[in-house]
Antibody
């Protein structure tokens, strides 16, 4: 069984940054991709980007949705099986629940999801 | 980018069959996945690759994909099926390849 455990809720002021973590059980990062998906209050699911841990344990690549390019950075720490998503220049529109989700290599379905992290942006 | 269209809401009486559609241009050429999301919870995959079902999902859930419409069918609907349902595809030709539909709220009357 795979578990994705995310960090706790955060509150930030407009203009600040936030960094959310997603820790996976087991050594999944060399076989799976981790995505970030967000959901604003009362709204649907919005894909943000993917971190691909291919190329061995020391290299990885990322792809971000156009909407977030320049503001989002996804990184990973293989020593702790943790992926991070940092979003900068926050506005009230970034208030949302942020999920990490796993896609198997070669697949296209999100088979496991983290529990979600609420990020609230308020002055 | 590729667009998926879902009805905002579907209502069904207990024991009846609910059908939730997901429209997209030539969607039959893509693999469609479906997720169930209950209030305050993370999404859970209920159907993958059009019609496959995870082992923990009841057989009452099924999926199909033809032409420009994919359909999630829930037979013998129960009160516990009330949730939001999202379809999702991967569009390899898009610069925004991972796409979700807008979601459908299933209400059990």
């Amino acid at each position: 069984q795979v578990h994705l455990v995310q960090s706790g809720a955060e509150v930030r002021k407009p203009g600040a940054s936030v960094k959310v973590s997603c820790k996976a059980s087991g050594n999944t990062f060399t076989t799976y991709y981790i995505h970030w998906v967000r959901q604003a209050p009362g709204q649907g699911l919005e894909w943000m980007g993917i971190i691909n841990p291919s190329g061995g344990s020391r290299t990885y690549s990322t792809t971000y949705a156009h909407k977030f390019q320049g503001r989002v950075t996804m990184t990973r720490d293989t020593s702790t099986n943790t992926v991070y998503m940092e979003l900068s220049s926050l506005t009230s529109d970034d208030t949302a629940v942020y999920y990490c989700a796993r896609v198997q290599e070669g697949g296209s379905d999100f088979d496991y999801w983290g529990q979600g992290t609420l990020v609230t942006v308020s002055s | 980018s590729y667009v998926l269209t879902q009805p905002p809401s579907v209502s069904v009486a207990p024991g009846k069959t609910a059908r939730i559609t997901c429209g997209g241009d030539k969607i039959e050429t893509k693999s469609v996945h479906w997720y169930q999301q209950k209030p305050g919870q993370a999404p859970v995959m209920v159907i993958y690759y059009d019609s496959d079902r995870p082992s923990e999902i009841p057989e009452r859930f099924s999926g199909s994909n033809s032409g420009n419409t994919a359909t999630l069918t829930i037979s013998r609907v129960e009160a516990g099926d009330e949730a939001d349902y999202y379809c999702q595809v991967w569009d390899s030709s898009s610069d925004h390849p991972w796409v979700f539909g807008g979601g459908t709220k299933l209400t059990v009357l």
